[in-house]
C-alpha cells in the first residue's frame, strides 16, 4: 500500500541527492543553521583514566542537541524537491521529533509528528519544543503507546495521505530507501572524523569507532566511510536495560533475530510466534525492537563489535564524563562511552566516541538516578 | 477448482466478502464465526491473523488482533482451530496477515498447513511483489495458494497491469488512501476511480475494501467491480456480540437485502 509513496523516493533519491544545488543547499545548511564540522575534542582526562587516547566527535553541539538534524535537513530539502508541501515523522524521546520540527518551522512546511502517549508523558519539554515550532504532535494510543507504535502511526498517516506527504523517519530503518539514504545523510560525521584526525594525528583511521545504537543512524554516520579501513574497528554499544536476560532489554543484536518490521527485513526483538517485542532501556532513544539492516549485516559478518550496556554503566559513564571533561551527554551516548571499560585499548590507540547528543533532555533521569536533588 | 475461481465463476450478483480477525471475539470463536458467515451468505472469508503492529489496519481491527494476541493467539493455534474447517464449510477462504509471523512459523511449512486444512488464498499487505516473485511465489503454487494483491488510487496503471499479470483470484482494490476502517461512503471521486480501474479490463475480478460498511456502500462499489470486502464494520459488530450467531446472520441480511 505503500509502494507508490516508496517508489518516488526510490527513484529519484539518489539523483537529486547528488545535485550540485542540493548538496550546496545541505553543506551550507549543514556549515550556518547546524553548526558544522562538529568539533572532533581531544578528551585528556578521561584518555589518563583509560590509558588510550580518545576524541570525542561533538555531535551533540549541533543545532537541537543531537546528530538528529543532520538528516531531518537532507530529508526536508529532498520532501521539497518531490513536491510534497507536509511532513510526517515518528519520534521516541523527541529529539527526531524535534529535529523534524525545527527544519520544517525553517522551511514553512506544516509538519505533525506522532508521539507514543507514554513518551508524551515521560518527554514534556520536548513536546512542548515540538508544538512552540509549530508542529502538530500527536499521540499514538496503540499498542504499547511507544516508539514503534508512534512508528506505525506514522506510516498509517502517510497511508492515509501519500500524495502530499512525506515521510522523515528518523533512523536507519524502515522501507528501502530510507535506511541506504539516511546513513547517506548521517555520513557527514565520519567524512569529518576523517579530516579532522588527519589534521590533529597525521592519519585518517582510528583504531576504534564507538557509537550507540538503537535503530542506529548516528552508528550509521560514524561508520559511514570506514567500512572499508579495516585497520579500524568499529564498536557498536546496545541498550541492555536491566540486563540482556532481565526481560527488560534493548539488546537486539543479543535477543533478536531475523524478521520483518516497518518495511525493513532485519534483526528484530520477536515472540517464537513472530509477534513484536516492546523493548526497554533507561534511554528512550534506544528502546527499538530492531536495528537497521547495515547494521545487522555489520553484527553477522563480524565487521562490528556489539557490546551491550545496562542502565546503570550508562549512568556512571554520563556522570564520569561530565566530571571528568565538562560535558553532559545524552544517555543514548553515555552507552557509547560505557564502552571503554569492556575495550582495553592501547595507549599509543586512537579511539574516536560518538557524542551523539547532548544531556539536557535527560536532567529528570539524572535528577532522580544520580541522587541530585 | 480453486474454491475462489469458482465463486467468480458461478455467482450471479456481487461477491461478498467479509474479514474477521482469528480469535476475536473469544479464542474459540473462529470457527463458529466462519460457519455463521458462510451460512448467511458470505462469498469468501478473510481470516486475519493476529499480528502486533498491523499497520494495514486502523485502530478497530488494531484492537481485535491485540485482543486475540491476548487471549493467546497464535499461527499454530489457529491452524488447530481450522483443521476440521472443511468438514463444515466449502466457502472459500483466505488467510490475511502479515509477514513476519509466517516467516517465523516457516513459510514452506506455513503453506502445507494452509493446503492441508483447505485455505485457498493469502493477502500479506506487507510482502511486496519482487520479494513474493523471487521467493514466494513457487512454494504458494506449490501448495495451490493464491496470492491476494491489493492496489489504490495511487497505483500507476503499468503497475495495475503487473499485478494483474502475476494475480490469481482476484485484485483486492483500495477504495481510497486509507487505512482499514479510517473511511466510510464512497465519494465522488472514489467512482471515477473505480470506473477508471474497470475500463482497464484486467483479467482477474476485482473486489472492492476499505470503507464499505452497509447495503449502500456494498452496492455502490459493486457496481465498478465484481463485489466488495467489509472488514472494520463487521468486527465493531464482534466487538460488541452477546449472540454471534444471530447478529452474524442479521448483519448479512442487512448488507444483501
Redesign the interface.
Known sequence: ?L???VEELRLNYLQIMQEPSFQKEFHDLLRDYVGRPTPLFKANRLSEKYHTTIYLKREDLCHTGAHKVNNTIGQILMAKRLGKNKIVAETGAGQHGVATATVCALMGLECIVYMGAIDIERQAPNVARMRMLGATVVAA???SKTL??AT?EA??HW?????DTHYIIGSVVGPHPYPDMVARFQSVISEEIKWQLKEKEGKENPDYVIACVGGGSNAAGAFYHFLDATETKLIAAEAAGQGVASGHSAATTFLGK??????SRSL?M?T?????VEPYSISAGLDYPGIGPMHAHLFKTGRAQFFAIEDEEALASALELSQLEGIIPALESSHALAVLPHLKAKKDEIVVINLSGRGDKDLGTYMKRLNLI | MNRIDKVFAEKNGPVLNIYATAGFPNFDDTLTVIKSLSEGGADIIEIGMP??????D??TI?MAN?VS?DQGM???KLFDQLKDLRKEVQTPVILMG????????GIEKFCQKCAEVGVDGLIL??L??AEYLAEYKSIFDRYGLYNIF?I?P???DD?IRYIDEHSHGFIYM?SS???TG?KTGISEEQEAYFKRIAGMNLKNPRLIGFGISDNDSFLKASKHASGAIIGSAFVKLLSTSKNIKLDIVNFLHSILK
Open positions: 500500500m509502494y507508490p509513496n494510543q496503540s499498542g514503534k507504535d506505525n506510516m498509517r497511508i492515509n495521505n501519500p500524495v531475523e524478521g520483518v518490521l516497518h518495511g528484530l520477536q517464537e510466534d513472530g509477534q513484536v | 499480528y502486533s503492529d498491523p499497520v494495514a486502523g485502530e488494531q491485540q494476541l497464535s499461527v499454530a502479515y509477514v513476519n509471523p509466517v516467516l517465523q512459523f499487505p506487507d511486496p511483489m491489493l489504490t495511487q497505483t500507476s503497475r483500495v488512501a486509507s487505512t479510517a
